[in-house]
Structure formats: C-alpha cells, structure tokens
C-alpha cells in the first residue's frame, strides 16, 4: 500500500518559517517527480513545488525565493522549507508523487497523494 505521510505543518506568524517532510512508502519511487501542492479554502488547487528524480525543479512564482525544495532519494522523502511566510500561504499542503514532473507541476493531477497538512500564518 503506498502511502505519502507529511509532517511540519501548523500555526505560524507572518514572517516566520515553517518545514514541511513528507515520507513515502510501499513501493518504489525510483524515477518519480515529487512535490507539494496546496489548496486555500474557496481556491483551486496550487503546485507549489516539484522536483524530479533527477533534480530538476518547479517553483510557482509566489513561492520564488523564499521556498526551498529537497529530495533524499535513498530514504524516499521530500522536503519543502518555507520562509519569509506571509497570510496568503495559508492552505492544506499535499504532498504528491507522480511518473510525470509535467503532469506534477500542473497541481491537478498525479498518481499518488498525501493526507495533507494544515499550515496557517497569522497576520
């Protein structure tokens, strides 16, 4: 059973930083694009960020420069480390794996996906 399990989310205020792990498991992710993407109440769903296996990635450009994107490929877990938060970053974060770093980076479709995890930012 494949399973993508994020970690880091929560309260914080405007200005500070968050980092959000998610660890995927059940089956191999060789090959594989990994990312977040978010969802705000009342907005369509954002990717925020993709990286492919190969290390090749995706910002959106309200995230440019304060968002930060990893991967460990021997452990299978992807990173995202948020900085400089402000109000409008308030969202359910997903984390998401998916054959296709194209199809990823759309936030609208890939082949596997997490629970999700609140993160808020106060003003």
């Known amino acids: 059973q494949v399973q993508l399990v994020e970690s880091g989310g929560g309260l914080v205020q405007a200005g500070g930083s968050l980092r959000l792990s998610c660890a995927a498991s059940?089956?191999?992710?060789?090959?594989?694009?990994m990312g977040w993407v978010r969802q705000a109440p009342g907005k369509e769903r954002e990717s925020v960020a993709a990286?492919?296996?190969?290390?090749?990635?995706y910002y959106a450009d309200s995230v440019k420069g304060r968002f930060t994107i990893s991967r460990d490929n021997a452990k299978n877990t992807v990173h995202l480390q948020m900085n400089s938060l402000n109000p409008e970053d308030t969202a359910v974060y997903y984390c998401?794996?998916?054959?296709?770093?194209?199809?990823?980076?759309?936030?609208?479709?890939?082949?596997?996906w997490g629970q999700g995890t609140q993160v808020t930012v106060s003003s």
């Open positions: 059940g089956r191999t992710f060789s090959g594989y694009a």
């Open positions: 998401a794996a998916g054959r296709s770093f194209s199809v990823l980076v759309t936030g609208r479709s890939t082949d596997y």
């Open positions: 990286i492919s296996w190969s290390g090749r990635i």
